[in-house]
């Protein structure tokens, strides 16, 4: 078994175990395996090993790894724009990817609604929280989720799933829990007004048991996966 299976196989373990530890079903939560900076050959080593949902921060990176799988028939990989996302890069987004996870503004919202192109599905969207409140993270205040949702929610090329948050690091579980707690209250209560709503993205290497016990449904995994990440290359 290669390293990137094997790694794989050890987060799959780690999230069965933990959705275990508080009584759900493992396949209440989806893996997304955070490819950014790494080579296609990462990827399909990836997907060999069973990986199908990828997560790219970088827009033309992600561009260029979609086309290329697309170009070789790999047609039913899942590919989610992670990373802030600038106005200008809006369109190649709207045009490539199957989700976007990082919407906190309704003027990016209605561009990607916009920008989607007629012949594809829907965009699945996640609004952005900012659930530490942090100066550093884009994303809006849990208090603002209930009026950008309604709006985002009546874009015709947006399909509203849910949220998305990085909350700052802390290295107690109680404070992970806790911050991850704030985001299903919001997930709960988002859930009971929109029947597309089943998604929370919620979760990274250090805090996945506490996201997947808070309720997150999906978690973002990278360097356990792939190993240390090469920034000299963006």
Same mark, same amino acid.
């Given at each position: ?5 094997? #790694? ?9 175990? $933990?959705?275990?530890?508080?009584? *759900? $079903? ?5 893996? &997304? ?31 260029? =790894? ?10 039913? /990989? ?9 106005? #200008?890069?809006?369109? &190649? ?22 920008? !989607? ?5 829907? /965009? #699945?969207? &996640? ?20 009026? &950008?949702?309604?709006?985002?929610? @009546? ?5 509203? !799933?849910?949220?998305? @948050? ?11 829990? @806790? ?9 709960? *209560? /988002? =859930? ?18 506490? $996201? ?23």
């Amino acid at each position: 078994m290669n390293d990137i299976a094997h #790694n794989l196989a050890q987060v799959r373990d780690k999230i069965s175990a $933990a959705a275990a530890q508080c009584g *759900r $079903a493992p396949e209440e939560v989806t893996l &997304l395996a955070v490819s950014k900076t790494k080579p296609v050959s990462a990827v399909e080593e990836a997907i060999a090993a069973g990986q199908r949902a990828f997560g790219e921060n970088y827009v033309q990176e992600g561009v260029e =790894k979609i086309r290329h799988f697309q170009q070789v028939g790999a047609t039913d /990989l899942q590919w989610h724009f992670i990373g802030p996302l600038q106005s #200008n890069k809006s369109r &190649l987004v709207a045009e490539h990817f199957d989700w976007c996870h990082t919407v906190d503004r309704l003027r990016i919202a209605s561009r990607l609604s916009e920008q !989607r192109p007629a012949g594809m599905p829907p /965009l #699945n969207v &996640l609004i952005q929280v900012n659930i530490s409140d942090e100066d550093s993270k884009s994303g809006i205040s849990p208090d603002a989720v209930d009026e &950008l949702a309604a709006a985002v929610a @009546a874009l015709p090329g947006l399909v509203l !799933r849910g949220l998305m @948050a990085i909350p700052a690091p802390e290295s107690e579980y109680v404070r992970q829990f @806790a911050v991850a707690q704030q985001m299903a209250v919001a997930f709960g *209560r /988002l =859930k009971a007004q929109y029947t597309t709503v089943d998604t929370l993205s919620l979760g990274m290497s250090d805090d996945m048991e506490a $996201a997947i016990a808070a309720g997150s449904t999906m978690v973002r995994i990278g360097t356990a996966i792939f190993g240390a990440r090469d920034y000299t290359k963006q």
